[in-house]
Nanobody, 115 residues
Framework: QVQLVESGGGLVQAGGSLRLSCAAS????????MNWYRQTPGKQRELVTS???????MYADSVKGRFTISRDNAMKMVYLQMNSLKPEDTGDYYC?????????WGQGTHVTVSS
């Protein structure tokens, strides 16, 4: 079955960096777009960044220039490099992919950015 397992969250000071990882299995990884969402306190889950199967990337305005998504098709991994972290980046980060008609999610990894 489809599995997405995130790791790499933690506590970091403002201005610091973290690298999140998502290990995927149970589907043809190279054929799928991969996404990172986050849920911050009091807000709905939002799309942070995506990488298509053709390696095209997109970023939410709030993270442009600070976050970088990448994928390794051979390892079936997707990464989120987060630099210049801000307290407002605090939240739960989720790896996501869609196999029509269903969305699949990991269990999430928590990021806390202290001021």
């Amino acid at each position: 079955q489809v599995q997405l397992v995130e790791s790499g969250g933690g506590l970091v000071q403002a201005g610091g960096s973290l690298r999140l990882s998502c290990a995927a299995s149970g589907f043809i990884f190279s054929s799928n777009d991969m996404n990172w969402y986050r849920q911050t306190p009091g807000k709905q889950r939002e799309l942070v960044t995506s990488v298509t199967r053709r390696y095209t990337t997109m970023y939410a305005d709030s993270v442009k220039g600070r976050f970088t998504i990448s994928r390794d098709n051979a390892m079936k991994m997707v990464y989120l490099q987060m630099n210049s972290l801000k307290p407002e980046d605090t939240g739960d980060y989720y790896c996501n992919t869609r196999l029509e008609p269903q969305d699949y999610w990991g269990q999430g990894t928590h990021v806390t950015v202290s001021s």
